[in-house]
């Protein structure tokens, strides 16, 4: 039995960008953001066992997010119209076919990829940890701004 410490796996930042983008193209998306880094960091084990989530229900508990209308009032439902659904639809086939090679990274994306990346020597590489990390302290920093009362 050896007494040696486990380093975490550590991934460049391309690949994680690669995996983000195949998200992205998988949903359909333009661009990758914190979403689908998150999703992306589904394929290292450590994620799924730290989260105690598969990819798979990660991805289901995502795309029942974009089903769901936003309202800005909880108890008003938006109607549905078959009409928009199937042209919605269309969109969405639209933009799988237009897509590119390399889709763009949106700028929350960009951010929470080079502050994770900070602590690091070389900071082209980054751990699914700290990538992860990163994803919840903005994500909180940004709830605390939006959902803080103003002072009087």
Known sequence: MTTESVEPATLHGWAICLRASEE???????????????????????IEALLGVSLQQARLALESLDRKPWVPWAWVSAPTHPIGDARRAEEAE?????????????????????????????RLYVTAQQVLAQILTSNHQILRRHCSAPSA
């Open 94 to 122: 639209n933009q799988r076919r237009r897509a590119k090679d390399r889709l763009r990274i949106t700028p929350a994306a960009k951010k929470v990829l080079e502050q994770a990346s900070k602590p690091n020597r070389r």
């Open 24 to 46: 992205a193209r998988r949903r359909g998306d333009r661009r990758y953001g914190t979403d689908h880094i998150l999703l992306a960091l589904f394929e290292e084990p450590s």
